[in-house]
């Protein structure tokens, strides 16, 4: 009897250890995510409204006015590409519809910042286009007009070009899994294919369009490689100036709890968006959408709409960055370069790992223990998609910075020991920062692939005397591999091309590619910026060719 029941003892010991650990684990995940919000919070309540009165009579006007204009254009232009490419290249046929279905989601690839870049060598005063048309029409430098590239309407093109592939695959999934009963009744009825898809296909597939537009925007106000380098004022660098070159972290503070307010109101939006296009599912039973097969001018101008987005968000920045890159006194196999590229790999590889591990804590808890409490703390890591990296980043510096020097204070007090900052300027801060930033994307990996792990695993380890852990690690993760490693790579990229939070947090002397890119591009040396712009396009093609496969066997 003693032999029998002292495994049974011990099997219970580690099984109640196991969810007390995995409850520690996810709650302190979930901490971690909350502090910035609540540092930033209390950071702009404790200064008094002297600061925001003084904004609000000088710059927070044009912030407000500038963050929703960009805003607004980015919102009808993600919607206009978006929805119409993705209506296309589903419910038509014409000569490359296959090449362009994948095609499109390329310029996902690219940071908005590094467009910026590009566009500005070719069309701005110097640039080729500018330069040519004065040799040609002998025109002076005053004798003729062109569209500013560096001016608000600049930045929302950029950001367009960049953003526009979350409303397409968002909305390609839909017409997919539209019924084609509808679209067919109202071509029986005389409506032109154009008017049929403005009047079903589009209202059909709305919840995912808005959702997909909902993203694009959360995107563009957390922007700030672009904004500040076109000089547009918005929220984003209104934080940024505040906290370097003010030396005002409460104002800092403010503007990013005005920011961060605006966001998390977005990210409500597009929950509840979410939640609606739930009910738009069962239409996959239906018959299959049927297609418009395209002729004459009506093919040639759905070749030419399709065409220009990728031309102009992917394959011309490749073409202009490579120009420049060519004629810059950037070595990418110097000693210099090759720091640049290990701190930036060396930050992409541990916040990618560490991201991931929470966002499989938080997902395995709350298939464990689907109580208020789980759901609670999955909600809480959500919410870093929503919120801007300068936002978390001022989140996370107020309390580290404060705890710093209280403790460096009292050991002085009682010690004499000076312990500088411990956790500011660190390494590890920046990489809580990108953790709580990219946990949602794990966390949307993550719990895609976990759907295919059904309950009677669960149950058939518990039988076999499996704990939580036992069963996740021989279990679930085994199963799990190929959604695991994507949701690594989309973390360890989306790092890569992170901009403001590493501006903000980066310990000295720790400079990224993406931190030279700007600093060389803020000095106006835009052939130089294009060198480790072209290495983090490079990288980031990674995971898009992995969107652009998945969206193939999609097509099929």
Known sequence: MTDQTAPVSMTNTARARGPRLLWG???GVAVICALPMLAVALAAFSGGSDTVAHLWQTQLPRYIGNTVALVVLVAIGTFAIGAGAAWLVTMTRFPGVRVFEIALVLPLAFPAYVLAYAYTDLLD??????????AVMGWGPRDYWFPEIRSLGGAALMLVLVLYPYVYLLARAAFIQQSGSAFTAARALGKSPLRAFWSVSLPMARPAVAAGVLLAVMETIADFGTVAYFSVQTFSTGIYTSWFSMGDRVAAAQLALGLLAFALLLAVLERQQRGRAQYFEGSRGGRAPSVVFLRGWHSAFAVVLCSLPVLLGAVLPV???FNMGLGSEQNLLSTRYMRFIQNSLTLAGVAAIVTLTAAVTLGYLRRVSDGRIARGAVYVGRLGYAVPGGVIAVGLLVPFAAFDNALD???RATFDISTGLLFTGSIWLLVFAYMVRFLAAALGAYEGGQASVHANMDAASRSLGQGPFGTLWRVHLPILT??????????FVDVLKELPATLIMRPFNFDTLAVQAYRLASDERLDGAAVPSLVIVAMGLLPVILI??????GAR
């Open 548 to 553: 652009c496969r998945q969206v193939g066997r």
């Open 319 to 321: 073409v202009l960055l």
């Open 125 to 134: 005063h110097p640039g080729l286009v500018q330069t040519t048309l004065r």
């Open 482 to 491: 190929p959604s695991l490693l994507t949701a690594l790579l989309i973390v």
């Open 409 to 411: 204070a009292w050991m």
């Open 25 to 27: 684990a996810a709650l």
